[in-house]
């Protein structure tokens, strides 16, 4: 299939980025800094790799993505609306009272999600069963999960990750937002996951490593998904929390703050100069 709405990632990423800033500020809402660290991957992925229409978004072939840190999930409803899924203006309404676009990503309502989720842990075992249901019925759509490098610390993302590998999903693709900052600390401080790469070969994965910003690395791996058949594939992003603004980066407390006034306009000066 050729995709209706293929698009330059660096723009899509940068008006994620606008998006999810204006959208959280209206709104109220954090995880503003868990939102810019993935835009690139959601830029590279919904503007080049997935399989998608958005005039037909139940199109039965389509590629299944599912946020698994959902409490970052402005920036898949602005990855939607910029792929044409809902009209930009119901951005505005984000995690407002009525609105259909709840603070943690839902699929009620929402042209373009396939799963609700906000508790972690959930998005990769949901997936492997996904992934599972259409090796059995010979489908050959593919199923991306967006993870956070703390929610590597529940036991199910672990319990998935068996059950992937036992069952030769090579149809899966995980791809952990390695910012290496979780709610209120350093993910080394918290709960340590190295080596990450190894473990997650050692259950049985493809894996690969990539500058989560780097738009060209980042398709490049995901054009030659599966990296090995009959394994799932991993693709371990090393990002920057708040990545784009430069007060934001490498910071904890962007992980809960809001955006407003003098902090909104310095966000928004910094991303309106990004290229």
């Avoid at 910012?179 to 994965?205: C, H, M, Y």
């Amino acid at each position: 299939m050729t995709r209706p709405n293929e698009q330059d990632p660096g723009t899509l990423a940068r008006n994620i980025r606008l998006h999810a800033l204006r959208m959280t500020s209206l709104g109220g809402t954090s995880h503003i800094g868990s939102i810019f660290s993935m835009a690139d991957i959601l830029a590279v992925l919904f503007g080049k790799v997935l399989q998608i229409d958005p005039a037909l978004p139940k199109w039965p072939n389509r590629d299944r993505f599912v946020l698994s840190k959902g409490h970052a999930g402005a920036g898949v409803y602005a990855a939607l609306a910029e792929c044409g899924f809902f009209d930009r203006q119901i951005l505005d309404t984000h995690c407002q009272d009525g609105s259909i676009l709840s603070g943690h990503v839902s699929h009620k309502g929402v042209p373009g999600v396939e799963l609700s989720t906000g508790s972690l842990g959930h998005g990769l075992p949901v997936c492997a069963g996904m992934a599972y249901a259409g090796k059995i019925a010979g489908k050959k759509h593919r199923i991306f999960c967006v993870l956070s490098d703390g929610e590597c610390d529940e036991g199910s993302i672990w319990e998935a990750m068996i059950f992937a590998a036992h069952h030769k999903l090579d149809n899966l693709v995980a791809v952990v937002d390695y910012n290496k900052i979780q709610s209120l600390a350093a993910v080394s401080e918290t709960l340590g996951l190295e080596p990450f790469g190894d473990k997650w070969r050692s259950f049985g994965w493809s894996v690969r490593e990539v500058d989560g910003h780097d738009l060209a690395a980042l398709e490049m791996d995901f054009s030659q998904i599966p990296f090995e058949s009959a394994r799932p594939s991993c693709i371990i992003a090393h990002t920057t929390k708040g990545k784009g603004v430069s007060f934001m980066e490498n910071s904890v407390l962007w992980h809960y703050r809001t955006a407003r006034g003098e902090e909104y306009d310095a966000a928004k000066r910094e991303l309106d100069a990004l290229p």
